[in-house]
């Protein structure tokens, strides 16, 4: 019978809690522990202080919705408020700009799309609109720009390994609304030259977009520390709109992102209205309706307990271990790291051999690791505690880079997707 399926129906009666709980711990076997030191995917863990702290908070609002922050949870209106104050003052925002705390990164960026469409349709009567990425620009705003009817255009190189400024500055026409760069992308991590790009918006009345859902709890931190870091932010005159995720290195747990705008008065293409619905008039700046409160306090409560001080630590610690891992890298004749990373990751290339087969080698060392592509590259992401375990890495990449030289070692010839796991 069709409701049987795989054997799994709707279970008949219920179970006792502890057996549930038990069923979970051993399909569970199998997993991560996300924040295991041998994981460098993305992961960010700030510590187990951090978690803790996050977790609690979290905790506490798990069955609190922001939308009701108006009536039934003003606490969360107030975290809310005052984690957007300290966002603006980092990222240099004009006193008059507005932002919206989301679900993450997907969610700024969709707004951000969103505003700069219907204010260019309504301002400029573009009805066809496309955008300009580069290369590297994460896949995110081809997904949502399809969801919205734009068009993207996309760069087809990534010269020295950041946004080609001259192709993206050729590209532009009629119908383009918005200029994208990322501090740093996702598959390369060097800082996209955001002041090159900004200038060329500004100069075409273009909406230029910075996505810091990597950096923008990081590079900040980074330049404090006197690290050289590409001015990114809302200092850089021509930049309208920033996106960063707090559950990235801002160590909250995940669902909780914010999308600033440099003017206020740029909402009012964010939001949407309909008036005189059953339920009372309708307002929303967001795309996602009921949502857990457990992000944003979680977010609220690490950016307290951190404070700038603890933030430049454990950035600190995340640069030194990026520092310790691409020394090494580089001191392996073959190998390559792209470009000049600022923020918490980096890939690298091989010459001469095959990067797909030292990945291999790597992943049945029990490393978790990304790949990349054009080039084909490793990618790794670092959190505060990798630098304690860049001996081992680097012991172990030399050992298979050896065995892949010698053709002991070949690819298996599968690689990852990312987002398919
Ligand atoms: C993570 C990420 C995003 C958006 O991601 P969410 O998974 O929706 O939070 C956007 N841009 C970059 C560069 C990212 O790394």
Redesign the pocket.
Known sequence: MSQHRNQIGFPQIGKPAKDILDAMDAARVGDWDWFSLKNLT?SYYGGSDVAEVAKDAFVKHIGDNVVHQTGLHPSVRKYETEVIEMVKELFHAPENAAATITT??????ILALKTARDRARELKGIAEPNIIVPQSA?A?FNKLSHFLGIEVIQMDKSPDYRADVAGMKAAINKNTIMLVG?C???PLGVVDPIEEIAAIAQEHDLWMHV?A??GGFMLPFATDLGYDVPNFDFSVPGVTSM?A?F??YGYSYRGC?ILVLRDAELINWQGFEVANWNAGDYYSKNTAGSRNSGPIASAWAVFNYLGREGFLRVTGDVIKGREAFCNGINAIEELEILGTPQGPHFAFKADGLNILAIADGLMDRGWAINIGSKPDAILLMLSCHHHEIADDFLKDLREVVEAVKSGELKAKGEEEVYGIY
């Open positions: 993305a993450g990164g997907s969610e700024s960026i994460y995110v990322s740093p992308p996702f996505d859902c990597i996106s995720d559950h990235k992102s």
